[in-house]
């Protein structure tokens, strides 16, 4: 089996048990604030993130170092990952679960739009196009102006905006840190942050049961198992030849979402989702083209 394939399986794999995850946030979410329940995914959420650490030569090879010089920036990624970890998990609780993964995807519009300021990208006709078409396939879906629009309905496009806002911060720290170390103040920025959001907001509140803690815990497993497979699957081939089945969150998340929470929302999702990841696969496309050829698009 080449490294390609196994990158494939076991992208398909952590992007079913990531919709799992969703799932189990959406069932504690009856019991439970956002808030607290993203603390506890970042609570789990360093376990994988020591092993990748440990596990990676690239760490070893450096000198095992623990200090960087844009330490500050990489806590601050982590911050944005708490906020949109935060939008998402208050969604989760409140739409069809299929619905909020399908707007989350919606990061790399938000992505190509916020590397133009930050950046200073350029970005040519093809990926303009593919932003407008994303923009066009949210607005389909949130419908705003109908009864059916709601403020809930932006959270998920807040979350988005709060991953995209992470992965800007990703490309102005320097590539010479090793990913892994950089994931580890990442992570800890997240746990910070969601331990600041919970404080100020809604506070923390007991856990009423031995069953809900097996669930926490196994939503924080399978998180955690889901992020540690998708890293591995980033390690073993180009990103661009796997990205595109980031997309199968969809028909997961709306199986998981039709089998356990009796939800079908195909005319909400259609033809906005269409739009969605088409407007994807064309920026996912383009960045996989060389340099002198990203100019022009």
């Not at 590397?115 to 093809?126: F, I, T, Y």
């Not at 066009?136 to 629009?149: E, K, N, Y």
């Not at 992470?166 to 103040?185: C, E, F, M, Q, T």
């Amino acid at each position: 089996m080449s490294n390609v394939t196994k990158a494939i399986l076991l992208n398909l794999i952590a992007t079913f048990l990531l919709a799992v995850m969703g799932a189990l946030i959406k069932l504690l979410g009856n019991y439970y604030p956002a808030q607290e329940l993203s603390l506890f995914r970042n609570i789990f959420g360093m376990i994988p993130t020591l092993i990748i650490l440990f596990w990676v030569r690239e760490w070893h090879q450096s000198g095992r170092p623990i200090r960087i010089r844009q330490w500050k920036l990489a806590l601050c990624r982590g911050f944005f990952v708490a906020s949109a970890q935060f939008f998402f998990f208050l969604s989760l609780a409140r739409m069809e679960l299929a619905t909020v993964s399908t707007l989350v995807l919606a990061t790399p519009v938000f992505l190509t739009l916020l590397s133009v300021p930050v950046l200073k990208d350029q970005v040519g006709p093809v990926r303009w196009f593919a932003v407008f078409i994303g923009l066009a396939g949210v607005i389909l879906i949130i419908r705003p102006g109908t009864d059916i629009f709601t403020l809930i309905a932006v959270m998920p496009l807040l979350a988005a905006l709060g991953y995209a806002a992470s992965g800007v911060v990703v490309r102005l720290i320097d590539k010479s840190v090793p990913s892994a170390l950089l994931n580890l103040y990442s992570q800890s920025g997240a746990l910070v942050g969601a331990f600041i959001i919970m404080q100020s907001t809604s506070g923390y509140q007991t856990v009423q049961s031995l069953e809900h803690w097996l669930w926490i815990l196994a939503m924080g497993t399978v998180g955690g198992c889901g992020v540690f497979l998708l890293t591995l699957s980033y390690r073993l081939t180009q990103p661009s030849n796997i990205a595109p089945f980031g997309y199968f969150s969809i028909p997961f998340s709306f199986f998981l979402g039709w089998m356990y929470f009796d939800e079908a929302p195909l005319d909400l999702l259609f033809p906005g989702v269409i739009l969605i990841v088409l407007s994807g696969l064309l920026i996912i496309w383009r960045d996989q083209k060389g340099p002198k050829q990203l100019e022009s698009g």
